[in-house]
């Protein structure tokens, strides 16, 4: 499986970024994709994750802001990011995966991962 992050950068709080992830060497229809995000010093955690039939599921702080989505046809899981604030500064991470019910487990590696920084 290879994962690639992009879309990061550098915006001001209240600001707004998508961030994509394309995947390949899977039949990425059939599979659960999430984005996970680790900040400096922090261990990763698991931001959200989209099942095959574009169920979806997000972590607490972030729900009503971010807005996960999948194109099957281009092989991309797309993250939106809206109002965001200084504590979403981290590395975001996409995952290839399953879930059962509201729990993710991952099982794919994890790419490069694609940098967001909320400053002013």
């Known amino acids: 499986v290879q994962l690639q992050a992009s879309g990061g950068g550098l915006v001001q709080p209240g600001g707004s970024l998508r961030l994509s992830c394309a995947a390949s060497g899977i039949i990425f229809s059939k599979n659960v994709m999430a984005w996970y995000r680790q900040a400096p010093g922090e261990q990763r955690e698991l931001v959200a994750f989209v099942t095959s039939s574009d169920s979806t599921s997000y972590k607490g702080s972030v729900e009503g802001r971010f807005t996960i989505s999948r194109d099957n046809a281009k092989n991309t899981v797309y993250l939106q990011l809206n109002s965001l604030k200084p504590e979403d500064t981290a590395v975001y991470y996409c995952?290839?995966?399953?879930?059962?019910?509201?729990?993710?487990?991952?099982?794919?590696?994890w790419g490069q991962g694609t940098l967001v920084t909320v400053s002013s």
């Open positions: 995952n290839v995966g399953y879930n059962r019910g509201t729990y993710y487990y991952p099982l794919s590696g």
